[in-house]
């Protein structure tokens, strides 16, 4: 039987998740929209649409999905209207209507499997797991000198070098717990260079993952960046071009000294057991990693705050939260 569980594809911003997510959406199976605001947003948001076991509370939340202007749902495509009815006609769980958001967008594009990709996901894996309990996680790693390069120069990006190499060393401690406690089908971590060198060796481990079979189309994402990536994101220009090696490395001349100092110094030990070799650049002065430290220290305190008032709220869910969607969550519903 063909899988269709949910996938979703994580990584430290700037890591190459949009070239994967093309790559996903190339295949004739699985369908990767753009970028939406609405999952997390509508997890903490639960309470405001009352209990989902009644239709006019599933519509509400349909409404805000098709209409609030931050969840990004007019990248979809989809007919408003029609998808609000369908997920007030769907099973009476947040998961589930999250959940035929994005298949009405892969049956959209005739796929019988959807994905999603946010790479700060990777901070939110045990929420989206509540949603979807037998989703798959697919984290890319790329060198962080290379990510912190490339942070830097994002028009959106607005904090310093200093979060954004607080940034990537989250998204490795973040791949590490993932990988200690999720089953080893469901958590699966590749990296951007590996990926560019050797797509249809790299594809293929992954398809293998996800119990598909390798399509060549994957190899070519370009093909599909027209339709899958919104023109806006000009950020994203070098996925219209052909799979390259080209960007792996280029943090040596993007990059000041004094930056390369402050990524080998904060990250040495997370970028070479993920196979970067250092440059022997010197020694981060004392405030530039104290920076560092505050920078994490504060998002930390932020996490943590809200994980807490998360887990009591958990006590007063007005409906179940995860989806009844898949072959799997069926199954399980079937058993209680």
């Not at 979703?8 to 970028?35: D, K, W, Y």
């Not at 993007?254 to 390369?260: A, G, M």
């Not at 807490?308 to 009844?324: C, G, K, L």
């Amino acid at each position: 039987m063909q899988s269709d569980r949910p996938i979703f594809v994580i990584g430290c911003p700037r890591s190459g998740t949009t070239m994967l997510q093309l790559m996903l959406h190339s295949h004739p199976r699985i369908a990767v929209p753009p970028e939406t605001r609405f999952l997390v947003p509508g997890y903490y948001r639960r309470f405001v649409f009352g209990d989902l076991r009644e239709q006019g509370n599933r519509r509400r939340l349909g409404r805000w999905i098709v209409s609030d202007k931050d969840t990004k749902f007019k990248e979809l495509k989809l007919d408003g209207e029609e998808l609000i009815e369908n997920i007030a006609a769907g099973p009476p769980t947040l998961g589930s209507a999250m959940g035929i958001t994005f298949r009405s967008y892969a049956e959209q594009h005739s796929k019988s499997r959807w994905g999603d990709k946010r790479p700060s996901y990777f901070h939110h894996v045990d929420l989206l797991l509540r949603l979807f309990p037998d989703a798959q996680f697919v984290h890319l790693i790329r060198d962080g000198r290379d990510c912190v390069a490339s942070l830097k120069e994002m028009p959106w990006y607005t904090k310093d070098v200093f979060h954004a190499v607080t940034n990537w060393a989250e998204a490795i401690d973040y791949g590490r717990r993932h990988a200690k406690n999720l089953p080893a089908d469901s958590y699966y971590e590749m990296r951007y260079e590996d990926l560019t060198a050797y797509p249809e060796t790299e594809l293929g481990k992954l398809c293998d993952f996800l119990g598909e079979d390798y399509d060549p189309a994957m190899s070519e994402p370009q093909h599909v960046a027209r339709v899958a990536i919104p023109e806006h994101k000009v950020w994203h220009q070098n996925t219209h071009g052909d799979v390259t090696t080209a960007r792996s490395g280029s943090w040596k001349s993007r990059l000041e000294p004094w930056e390369v100092s402050v990524c080998e110094t904060v990250l040495a030990e997370r970028l070479t057991a993920n196979g970067y070799e250092l440059s022997g650049a010197p020694k981060a002065a004392k405030e530039h990693v104290e920076a560092c430290e505050n920078a994490a220290s504060k998002r930390r305190w932020a996490r943590r705050r809200k994980e807490f008032r998360d887990r009591i709220n958990r006590f007063r869910e007005p409906s179940p939260v995860a989806a009844q969607l898949t072959t799997r969550q069926l199954g399980e519903l079937a058993k209680v």
